[in-house]
């Protein structure tokens, strides 16, 4: 089969792919543009799946970044359930899992992460649900329907927001976490605690300092254990271990790799490979908000933000990526957050 043609080659369903797609047309490109992502879902906004849609609160389409005819209204080809299997950077090629063969001219890759996956005694239990897309949040709402206990296992955002979400819709919500107060990773332990006390206030109960040790049940999970002996009853288990940058297809690639586990770009969001850009949770790029210090950050408006830049340097347009980092966290409706930075350390 001869392999087709396109000028602009995304790989990944998500948001800095979507977003670059529309800064593409947006300023003037006239070639095909194909995004390519492995989700049944067109693009969507991810957090929306542990806030308002994990509650039933929003439709199945409020969440997309565009309604489903704007796709072709814009003559963006979008493939869903389809992943790019193998890429040759400098053949300018890309092997489809439908089979197609298809040349590029310029290529993102937005491959985002996959959830960190514990493995201790009792995971293959079933109603332990991890949350990152939206059919997580699908599985998790139907699978807590008939349960009263429910552990979050991390002190993290997503633990914390899940925990807000199912608390609101009548459960008891544990959480068991490493850190000494929920999000101290993120802000340090003051306001890690002033979270965690608005949680506290709404019935979660925190249990930090500890760590997951096993799972117990036949069939399905019924009681977590932790390493310090804590024994909690649990019709459901919601894990939120953080996540891995997916940067197998990247590797294979041969694309230069970064300190922080990402695939190594420009200040212009360009990978070792010219004409390749990365975008979002895997892009590792010179941030000259940083002073050119390489960072990774895996935040929803950076992938947005990311999508803009490369799409203006996919037309050569030679601009550096230079977007403050935003991030924002929302726990039901009793309080959200809101930074800019990310700042690494602090004194205050």
């Not at 649990?234 to 940058?245: E, L, N």
């Not at 010179?286 to 950076?302: A, K, M, N, Q, Y």
Request: hydrophobic fraction near 40%; proline fraction near 4%.
């Amino acid at each position: 089969m001869a392999a087709r043609e396109v000028e602009y080659l995304l790989v990944g369903g998500g948001l800095a792919s979507a977003n670059c797609a529309r800064w593409l047309r947006e300023s003037g490109a006239e070639g095909d543009v194909l995004l390519v992502g492995r989700e049944p879902d067109p693009p969507y906004n991810r957090p929306n799946c542990s806030k308002g849609y994990l509650r039933g609160e929003e439709s199945r389409e409020e969440p997309l970044f565009r309604p489903n005819e704007w796709w072709s209204e814009q003559n963006i080809e979008l493939l869903t359930r389809t992943s790019v299997t193998a890429l040759d950077v400098g053949a300018r090629s890309a092997k489809l899992s439908n089979k197609d063969e298809v040349q590029f001219r310029a290529a993102l890759l937005a491959t985002g992460a996959n959830v960190r996956r514990l493995n201790v005694p009792g995971c293959e239990l079933e109603r332990i649900y991890y949350l990152r897309t939206l059919s997580n949040a699908d599985a998790i709402r139907e699978g807590v329907s008939d349960a009263e206990e429910v552990v979050l296992i991390g002190g993290s955002y997503i633990a914390c927001e899940v925990a807000a979400s199912l608390t609101t819709l009548g459960k008891n919500c544990t959480l068991v976490m490493q850190e000494r107060a929920t999000l101290e990773r993120s802000f340090g332990t003051r306001a890690g605690r002033f979270f965690q006390q608005l949680l506290e206030d709404h019935g979660v109960r925190v249990h930090g300092e500890d760590e997951l040790e096993r799972f117990e049940g036949d069939g399905h999970v019924a009681k977590v254990v932790s390493r310090r002996g804590l024994e909690l009853a649990a019709d459901a288990v919601v894990i939120g271990a953080g996540v891995t940058p997916d940067v197998q297809l990247a590797g294979k690639a041969g694309l230069a790799l970064g300190e922080h586990g990402g695939v190594r770009c420009s200040s212009r969001l360009e990978s070792s490979a010219p004409g390749v850009f990365a975008a979002g949770d895997i892009c590792e790029y010179d941030s000259v908000v940083h002073g050119g210090v390489p960072v990774r950050i895996e935040h929803w408006d950076v992938a947005f933000n990311h999508g803009k830049t490369a799409a203006l340097n996919m037309l050569g347009k030679d601009v550096p990526h230079a977007e403050v980092p935003y991030f924002f966290s929302v726990l039901g409706n009793w309080g959200e957050l809101e930074y800019v930075g990310p700042a690494h350390e602090w004194d205050e």
